[in-house]
């Protein structure tokens, strides 16, 4: 077994070699000491994205099997440096070992699951319709269709996750799945955990014999290098998870190419929650310190943080408020992932204190990278008037939005803009106005929960995370499942081509 500690070499892994650059960056952990990594530049990306589109010839037609064993070899080579990754992961994020623990198990477990996915050739979506010679007026060809990989692919590693969707997650195993190359731009809040993925990789390229451009490692630095990345030629499609404000830029970016490319972009949400009246009234308390545990858990790090409920004015809405509040205050302080998060958490925060339409619940100080839960009230009047209460507070800050009715209910729930989540508490006597809501929840979101809570996303074949605009870029896109692969997949025809040179897929 590897030692958990050790000390990161800090280059970039660019087709197979590991590269130094002339500028550093200093990360800034957590915990323990700080390490330098080499500062990404346009021409490395130019590198990377050469070898890319040289490995597509090889890899985008390698069998399915072939592609498969190469997914499961690096969630292989990821377990076998588990107890670094932990290490590494913890004093970069100081995310808690356990949770590391079972990121890693998620990253390796959708790796294994794109395997079987490919292996049993269902996405390929092969459709078939035979020769009509004798059809009039005309006669018909031979016609096969089945999906096929675009080519290189960019991917940005995600700062709340540093495994389940950053070097080796959910969007490069997607792509490599579906036979693209991909060129991973590292989160610079967790650098050193980015680095010992990409060995994973690059010990699996190697045992499998993989063409050595199909995955590189650029690792962060300066904001030059994810737009020289996006307006590559050779980048075929883009896959991000972050904030809106950096996501809409790269859309921007990717949509004014000479060739526009697809962005999947995940820009987060604030998962909205509908507490409806029978159930505030028979379960309201037991639904508010369950809410509670959900908008703090991570430290409300979450893109699913149902960071809004929606409930009723009267005894049973003030229920469920004071037993939000009070789980609240029995919530330690938590590390956040960055200090710049931090800081925005803070900000969010004041955005709130500023506002003469929202009333105070929990108002609490944090202190530098540790942030303390935060409670806030407002009517659905208030709500609709002002946009910023719909903005996303990355932290464990919720807002109580108090409606009239059922009416009111509906009202505030069509207001609502694209989230990734919707929720609805409800007993059997709410039946009726689930009903009236549902329509409009699934116009908004791209899951719908009843009677549970949003974190937690489910790696499996009917999962969507992605949702409207702005919760996502693509609404009809997915960033967990194996949907996910045909992000990087398109259609393509072919016609009265004889046996002899037909994909092996489709002889």
């Keep these: 077994?590897?030692?958990?500690?050790?000390?990161?070499?800090?280059?970039?892994?660019?087709?197979?070699?590991?590269?130094?650059?002339?500028?550093?960056?200093?990360?800034?952990?957590?915990?323990?000491?700080?390490?330098?990594?080499?500062?990404?530049?346009?021409?490395?990306?130019?590198?990377?994205?050469?070898?890319?589109?040289?490995?597509?010839?090889?890899?985008?037609?390698?069998?399915r099997e072939t592609r498969a064993a190469f997914l499961d070899k690096i969630?292989?080579?990821?377990?076998?440096?588990?107890?670094?990754?932990?290490?590494?992961?913890?004093?970069?994020?100081?995310?808690?070992?356990?949770?590391?623990?079972?990121?890693?198990?998620?990253?390796?477990?959708?790796?294994?699951?794109?395997?079987?996915?490919?292996?049993?050739?269902?996405?390929?979506?092969?459709?078939?319709?035979?020769?009509?010679?004798?059809?009039?007026?005309?006669?018909?060809?031979?016609?096969?269709?089945?999906?096929?990989?675009?080519g290189p692919v960019a991917v940005f590693g995600a700062s709340n996750f540093p495994l389940a969707f950053s070097t080796a997650g959910g969007d490069t195993a997607a792509a490599l799945a579906a036979g693209c190359p991909v060129i991973v731009k590292g989160h610079s809040a967790h650098p050193g955990t980015g680095e010992i993925v990409a060995e994973a990789i690059h010990a699996a390229i190697k045992a499998c014999g993989m063409p050595a451009g199909v995955f590189s490692l650029i690792q962060g630095g300066k904001r030059d290098v994810g737009t020289a990345l996006v307006q590559h030629p050779l980048i075929k499609a883009v896959g991000f998870t972050g904030s809106l404000g950096g996501g809409r830029a790269l859309f921007d970016l990717c949509a004014a190419r000479p060739e526009p490319i697809p962005f999947f972009g995940e820009l987060g949400s604030v998962n909205p929650m509908f507490v409806l009246p029978n159930a505030a009234?028979?379960?309201?308390?037991?639904?508010?310190?369950?809410?509670?545990?959900?908008?703090?858990?991570?430290?409300?790090?979450?893109c699913t943080n149902p960071g809004i409920a929606v409930v009723q004015t009267g005894a049973e809405g003030d229920?469920?408020?004071?037993?939000?509040?009070?789980?609240?205050?029995?919530?330690?302080?938590?590390?956040?992932?960055?200090?710049?998060?931090?800081?925005?958490?803070?900000?969010?925060?004041?955005?709130?204190?500023?506002?003469?339409?929202?009333?105070?619940?929990?108002?609490?100080?944090?202190?530098?990278r540790n942030a303390s839960p935060n409670l806030y009230e407002t009517d659905a009047e208030n709500y609709l008037q002002d946009h910023a209460l719909g903005e996303e507070v990355f932290g464990p800050l919720g807002l109580v939005v108090r409606v009239s009715g059922p009416e009111e209910m509906e009202t505030l729930a069509r207001g609502f803009e694209g989230q990734l989540t919707a929720t609805m508490h409800m007993d059997e006597g709410d039946t009726d106005l689930a009903r009236r809501l549902l329509p409009v929840l699934e116009r908004k979101a791209g899951r719908v929960l009843v009677n549970g809570f949003p974190t937690g996303v489910e790696v499996a074949d009917t999962m969507v995370h992605g949702g409207p605009y702005p919760a996502s870029t693509n609404f009809g896109a997915t960033s967990v499942g194996t949907l996910a692969i045909r992000r990087f997949l398109r259609p393509v025809c072919y016609q009265n081509l004889p046996a002899s040179i037909l994909p092996d897929d489709l002889a």
């Excluded at 500028?23 to 323990?32: D, L, R």
């Excluded at 308390?285 to 979450?302: E, N, Y």
């Excluded at 302080?333 to 339409?357: E, H, P, S």
Aim: proline share 5%; charged share 20%.
């Design 75 to 150: 969630a292989d080579e990821i377990e076998a440096r588990g107890p670094q990754i932990t290490w590494i992961g913890s004093a970069e994020t100081g995310l808690p070992a356990a949770r590391l623990e079972g990121e890693r198990g998620r990253t390796t477990g959708q790796l294994r699951l794109f395997a079987s996915h490919i292996r049993s050739g269902e996405f390929l979506d092969r459709r078939h319709d035979a020769a009509l010679p004798d059809r009039q007026p005309l006669p018909r060809p031979e016609l096969f269709m089945m999906q096929r990989p675009i």
């Design 1 to 63: 077994m590897l030692d958990e500690t050790f000390t990161p070499h800090g280059k970039h892994l660019i087709a197979g070699n590991w590269v130094a650059g002339e500028q550093t960056f200093a990360s800034e952990p957590a915990t323990g000491d700080a390490f330098d990594f080499s500062v990404g530049t346009p021409d490395l990306v130019d590198q990377a994205c050469q070898a890319a589109e040289d490995a597509f010839w090889t890899y985008g037609y390698a069998s």
């Design 281 to 302: 009234s028979s379960r309201g308390t037991d639904i508010g310190t369950g809410w509670a545990g959900s908008l703090t858990m991570g430290a409300g790090q979450f």
């Design 319 to 368: 229920a469920f408020v004071s037993a939000a509040a009070e789980a609240l205050k029995g919530v330690q302080t938590q590390c956040m992932l960055t200090d710049g998060i931090a800081q925005a958490y803070k900000d969010g925060k004041t955005r709130f204190d500023g506002r003469n339409a929202v009333k105070p619940v929990l108002v609490t100080d944090s202190e530098g």
